[in-house]
């Protein structure tokens, strides 16, 4: 699990994704404070995953609420990036396994991955674990001076039926559990 000293580092890979590419919709750099405070409030409900190489942080993932209304409170959407000297070499598979067993076990139900289209390498790794197209945002953003289509991909974890229990949050859920899995899947290689 991440700790807030990773900030910096997560952000050092977070950058060049808003910077060079559509993956993130930001325009700018973000402050650190800042940054800080999105990790912070990520971590009061869901799992912020790393994956560290020779001590170094290679990628990371995490859960993030998917809507802000209280019926939504069983989705969330999932994110995941990888430092570009990292890419390919299933890091991103390793952490999305870990990432989604701890979901399933808050109790989560759907999870949705918002992915800017054309982007094959994403829409295929989605649909590796799952994932279905849901729905597509036509011309919904505008960046690089271009506008921007935005493919809803959803991972069903549980049916709906009945009344949900209460959503666990992260740090609520048995530390034997949570160990169990990270440590089953999140192999910190030296």
Known sequence: MAVLEDAKEIYAIYEPYILNTVVSFEYDKVPLEIFEERIRKVKSGYPWLVYTVDGEIAGYAYCSLHRERAAYAWDCECSVYIKDTYHKQGIGTVLYNALFELAEAQGVYNIYSLICVPNEGSVALHKKFGFTEVGTYYKTA????????????????RTPQGAPDRLIPVSELDNRLVEEILKKYIKHEQ
């Not at 505008?142 to 069903?156: N, Q, S």
């Open 142 to 157: 505008y960046k690089f001076g271009e506008w921007r289509d935005l493919l809803v991909m959803e991972k069903r974890l």
